[in-house]
């Protein structure tokens, strides 16, 4: 019931700077949480970062904590993810999250999402 879409992904030079978006439709009530999980190749799905619905809290992961910035324009149903000091490790494919739960400890896990975006490659050179 919930579809979500990123955008903003591509090529940047270490050090550089990209926004990620999202862009949420459907029934979207029900979502509490927002959160970004990125993949590089041959390796997990890891928790990026976390935001409620309302924009009043954020989690991050330690990797990005400092360097990337999530937020949330709830009437445009848009996710956002400023990321900055870009490192090759950084290179993934970035997906969307939604979530009904605002607990940010299931949603890290995965066990609290309820719909994923296809995802957008960010590609960090070095």
């Known amino acids: 019931q919930v579809q979500l879409v990123e955008s903003g992904g591509g090529l940047v030079q270490a050090g550089g700077s990209l926004r990620l978006s999202c862009a949420a439709s459907?029934?979207?009530?029900?979502?509490?949480?927002m959160a970004w999980f990125r993949q590089a190749p041959g390796k997990e799905r890891d928790f990026v970062a976390a935001?409620?619905?309302?924009?009043?809290?954020?989690s991050y992961a330690d990797s990005v904590k400092d360097r990337f910035t999530i937020s949330i324009d709830n009437a445009k149903k848009t996710l956002y993810l400023q990321m900055n000091s870009l490192d090759p490790e950084d290179t993934a494919v970035y997906y969307c999250?939604?979530?009904?739960?605002?607990?940010?400890?299931?949603?890290?896990?995965?066990?609290?999402?309820?719909?994923w975006g296809k995802g957008t490659l960010v590609t960090v050179s070095s």
């Open positions: 999250a939604a979530s009904y739960s605002s607990d940010y400890s299931s949603v890290a896990k995965r066990r609290g999402i309820n719909y």
């Open positions: 459907g029934r979207t009530f029900s979502t509490k949480a």
């Open positions: 935001i409620n619905w309302n924009g009043g809290s954020t």
